[in-house]
T-cell receptor
Framework: ETGVTQTPRHLVMGMTNKKSLKCEQH?????MYWYKQSAKKPLELMFV???????ENNSVPSRFSPECPNSSHLFLHLHTLQPEDSALYLC??????????????????FGAGSRLTVL | GDSVTQMEGPVTLSEEAFLTINCTYT??????LFWYVQYPGEGLQLLLK?????DKGSNKGFEATYRKETTSFHLEKGSVQVSDSAVYFC?????????????FGKGTHLIIQP
């Protein structure tokens, strides 16, 4: 299997549930990202991992907890979410490490997303 | 901070029409510019990119030219097809270092009618 794979594709959860989103990349990339896509808003960068180390946390509420056990896997643990957290959560990976020279030309490869609905 | 502004949609065109989707940006330094496309039920795919002023990115009949003087990166295609119906995102990556996640616009939903 190649590319970036996200599971589950769809998730419905109550506000008191605990669930996790999973992302897996088979591209040998060194950096992984979580984005949130809401209707009529720009994609919001949530977290960036470089070689399994978190390098960016864009003021994301603590009810979202990322985990990167190795360079191929990225999780987003969800706990006591709110209805406004309903969105499409996109995972991406890139070959270059953030902050390196020419990393501005970094091309991200995205997964198909996990559609989350919080009731 | 960095930002990307693109025209609001949806944009509805007939097949074989000429397409322009406007994109302007604000950034420090010298960003790289991208267009991504999202087909229904899928993630974002890179359509084209340009890394310096006056560069032209092109792919699948789409083109965009990096215009530093107008801080723009408008997407064009001479003759659109029904299969081009999708959401198009303009994005930038600031070359100033740090965590280089992309900054995206809100997306433009393109609908091509037969």
């Amino acid at each position: 299997e190649t590319g970036v794979t996200q599971t589950p594709r769809h998730l419905v959860m109550g506000m008191t549930n605990k669930k996790s989103l999973k992302c897996e990349q088979h591209l040998g990339h060194n950096a992984m990202y979580w984005y949130k896509q809401s209707a009529k808003k720009p994609l919001e960068l949530m977290f960036v991992y470089s070689l399994e180390e978190r390098v960016e946390n864009n003021s994301v509420p603590s009810r979202f907890s990322p985990e990167c056990p190795n360079s191929s896997h990225l999780f987003l643990h969800l706990h006591t979410l709110q209805p406004e957290d309903s969105a499409l959560y996109l995972c991406a990976s890139s070959p270059q490490l953030p902050g390196q020279p020419d990393s501005g030309a970094n091309v991200l490869t995205f997964g198909a997303g996990s559609r989350l609905t919080v009731l | 901070g960095d930002s990307v502004t693109q025209m609001e949609g949806p944009v509805t065109l007939s097949e074989e029409a000429f397409l322009t989707i406007n994109c302007t940006y604000t950034a420090t330094g010298y960003p790289s510019l991208f267009w991504y496309v999202q087909y229904p039920g899928e993630g974002l795919q890179l359509l084209l990119k340009a890394t310096k002023a006056d560069d032209k990115g092109s792919n699948k009949g789409f083109e965009a030219t990096y215009r530093k003087e107008t801080t723009s990166f408008h997407l064009e295609k001479g003759s659109v097809q029904v299969s081009d119906s999708a959401v198009y995102f303009c994005a930038l990556s600031d070359s100033g270092g740090g965590a280089d996640g992309l900054t995206f616009g809100k997306g433009t939903h393109l609908i091509i009618q037969p």
